[in-house]
Nanobody, 124 residues
């Protein structure tokens, strides 16, 4: 079983960048397909981006393609979400997720492990 802890959220102006970190413990993050979701106030949690366990596939939500990237540092047992060209609509709590499945799921039910979330606020 893996435990996930996000960090790196904060307040940023529109057009700015943030890098979120997701530190894993208990198991090596390379054993999992990893991803990021987000949840804005009053909305359901939605898929942002994911990378397959093998690292061979990356799947983006349409609204972040070209702006957000996901990476994994196996030596640090950490997953990162680099967010560029941030927009006020990106304001949400961002959650790191992991699953032992080989493929990336775009639905919440497809992920077994979750972090506690980190707040990202983008001002206009």
């Amino acid at each position: 079983q893996v435990q996930l802890v996000e960090s790196g959220g904060g307040l940023v102006q529109a057009g700015g960048s943030l890098r979120l970190s997701c530190a894993a413990s208990g198991r090596t993050v390379s054993s999992y397909t990893v991803g990021w979701f987000r949840q804005a106030p009053g909305k359901e949690r939605e898929f942002v981006i994911g990378r397959s366990r093998s690292g061979g596939s990356t799947y983006y939500a349409t609204y972040v393609k070209g702006r957000f990237t996901i990476s994994r540092d196996n030596a640090k047992n950490t997953v990162y979400l680099q967010m560029n060209s941030l927009e006020p609509e990106d304001t949400a709590v961002y959650y790191c997720a992991a699953d032992s499945a080989a493929d990336i799921s775009a639905v919440v039910a497809g992920w077994d492990y979750w972090g506690q979330g980190t707040q990202v606020t983008v001002s206009s």
